[in-house]
């Protein structure tokens, strides 16, 4: 078995002899070699600032950082390029480190595909199957209800405009236990025809079938269960649903998060997307800083008020420039969009947007669309809310337009085709907030050509 080269943390709040002891327990175990040790802090209580004085003293590479006041971060990063570490090993303790400041150094060294351990705690790389056979990227998000879906069907839709011939594997919490293709470049997804898959016990609304209908594509649905904290998942099928796009005529391939689970494939870029809307303590600390620092192209959704205040998304990209400043930033909003005529119509509009935001959403639609909203819902993902609303306002409307999400199929649409309502799915368009942020569909072009180029190198 290989030996693991291993990286200690250690403080000088242990007495030396201490720390020295602990080393030397690995000693005894089998694989595991310690080839250096990084001090972390409370260096001011050495009695010499000399690394190798203590290299000396402990029989092993010993590494100051050049501030005794603030975590070497990068130093640890370096540590693990130059004695090519296998693990990360932490013998800190409090005060020299607290809760934040080790999820920091975790999501560091997890972007650095090893693992970081403590004596009660393990975090571990995310499992990346490396089985593409065609350039792809990845589109994940630091939460839930944040627009991947939205964003992967702008993004297939743009690189299909120019002559990509995409295909999306999407892995979802309904979604079907073998890969499922769905070829939406080729059958007519109707209100009908999705019922009928859903009276069939298919879960219709699953992202597939939306990435299939909002981008005419291609599509293959997976299955995900669990979401770790750095976004692995517990079960998933998407390492099939991988293998069969390489064996399928798309030539280039987008995988969707689902969550904040990223898809376990190994890509040549990432899209990475941040919600401006959620706390932004869990974008600064816990593993957003991962997030944010494998993005190639970082968008923040939903910057507006209500849900973000402009001194938030401003904050938001601070915290990019610091974490990943090579990345591409675009602050965006999303709007509606119906994939059939709604024009002249009295609309029941149903949507998982916040309610805050409905008043600014009906607007929208009835100045680009010229309808009449008569009704909405933002209870798409509780069933029993969901029908109360549609009980209240179905009577009013001719045109059921909702997302195609949680109850759109069994409940939304099935019960306005039986009140004789036509049913229209509407999609959710990423937009800029103003034009001093770069072209979104020229990163996103960017984007796939530095993954192709990337993909012919590898």
């Known amino acids: 078995m290989t030996v693991k080269r291993m990286i200690c943390l250690v403080d000088g709040e242990h007495y030396l002899p201490v720390t020295k002891a602990a080393v030397e327990v690995f000693d005894n175990v089998n694989h595991i070699e310690v080839v ?67 999820f920091k150094i ?34 994940l998000g630091t939460g839930k209800r944040i627009g991947k879906t939205a964003v992967s069907t702008f993004t297939t839709r743009t690189i299909d405009k120019k002559g990509y011939n995409p295909c999306v594997v999407a892995m ?64 998933t099928n998407m390492e099939d649903g991988a293998k069969i796009a390489n064996k399928l005529d798309g030539e280039f391939v987008i995988f969707e998060g689902s969550g904040a689970a990223i898809p376990p494939i190994k890509t040549n870029k990432h899209i990475t997307l941040i919600g401006a809307n959620q706390p932004f303590i869990n974008i600064e600390n816990f593993f957003g800083p991962y997030r944010i620092a494998i993005g190639d192209l970082i968008i923040i959704t939903m910057c507006e008020e209500p849900m973000a205040s402009k001194e938030k998304v401003k904050k938001i990209e601070k915290l990019i420039a610091e974490v990943n400043p090579e990345a591409t930033v675009i602050s965006t909003v999303f709007r509606p969009k119906p994939v059939g005529d709604i ?51 179905i009577n009013d409307a001719e045109v059921m337009l909702t997302e195609l999400k949680a109850a759109a199929v069994d409940v939304a649409t099935k019960e306005s085709l039986e009140a004789g309502l036509e049913v229209i799915y509407c999609d959710n368009i990423p937009i800029a907030i103003d034009d001093t942020y770069p072209d979104l569909e020229d990163s996103i072009i960017k984007l796939v050509d530095t993954a192709i180029d990337d993909f012919k190198k590898n």
């Open 106 to 139: 975790a999501s560091k060294v997890l972007k650095m595909g090893i693992p970081y351990h403590g004596p009660d705690f393990k975090f571990e790389p995310l499992t990346e199957y490396d089985v593409m056979e065609k350039p792809s990227l990845k589109i």
């Open 172 to 235: 979802g919490r309904g979604g079907p236990a073998k890969p499922e293709i769905v070829h939406g470049d080729e059958i007519e997804i109707s209100p009908e025809f999705l019922l009928s898959q859903s009276e069939k016990g298919v879960h219709a609304a699953s992202d597939h079938w939306e990435d299939a209908l909002m981008s005419r594509v291609l599509t293959i649905g997976c299955r995900r269960c669990g979401g770790g904290m750095a976004g692995d998942v517990f079960l």
């Open 343 to 393: 024009a002249g119509k009295k609309v029941l509009f149903a949507t998982t947007a916040p309610e805050a935001i409905k008043d600014t959403l009906v607007d929208y639609l009835e100045k680009e669309y010229d309808c009449k909203v008569v009704g909405t819902t933002s209870h798409l993902s509780n069933r029993p809310l969901l029908k109360e609303d549609i009980k209240k306002y």
């Open 36 to 102: 250096a040790l990084v001090f972390i802090g409370g260096t001011e209580k050495l009695r010499t600032d000399k690394p190798e004085e203590y290299s000396e003293m402990m029989g092993i590479d010993v590494l100051f950082g050049d501030n005794h006041n603030e975590i070497p971060y990068n130093l640890i990063v370096k540590t693990i390029k130059e004695y090519n570490g296998d693990i990360v090993f932490d013998l800190s303790d409090e005060p020299v480190l607290d809760y934040g400041k080790r």
